[in-house]
């Protein structure tokens, strides 16, 4: 197994600080930076712990986690080892989970307008400038998921058109 050249150890450790800002762990972000960038693009677990340093429990509980997640799968093996590749797509999965938690807090903020005074000044104020922030989000989530799939096939046609 090759050893990591810098700037592969260098990406994997951002992604890492990048998955924890998603609330995930670094390890969690590290072995999908690997998983986008290794050849083969299936590693087994004993692989990834090896290349990243970790030990095979951590990388099977983290692996499963990232697969209930949608964004790795687990690909049969002839050699029975239980190996992993990344998921097309799998950002958007994170994204939808992400999304999914704005309507409980958009709830939360109708239920304490319910209750709180008819002042438009003080809370009444607060909470529905939060509220139509979410209400908001919540609207152009689903449109802002479909410009994607609609943009990331119109490139996949433009590349395939162009070779």
Known sequence: MDE????????????GLVMERF???RTMGRL???????????????????????SKTAISTIA?????????EHV??????????IVPGGWTQVLRAQFAAV???????????????EEPRGPRERLEEQRDFFVFL?????EMLERWRQYRDKQHNDDRSDA
């Open 103 to 117: 309507r409980p807090v958009r709830e939360t903020l109708d239920f304490a307008l319910e209750f709180v005074g």
């Open 4 to 15: 990591m050249n810098p700037q592969e150890s260098e990406f994997i450790d951002r992604m």
């Open 23 to 25: 609330g995930g762990t």
């Open 76 to 85: 049969p093996a002839q050699d029975r080892q239980h190996r992993y590749r």
């Open 32 to 54: 999908y930076a690997w998983l986008m960038i290794c050849d083969p693009p299936y590693q087994s677990l004993t692989e990834l712990a090896a290349q990243l340093g970790v």
């Open 138 to 142: 919540e609207r152009d989530a689903d």
């Open 64 to 72: 499963r986690q990232l697969e209930t997640g949608g964004m790795i």
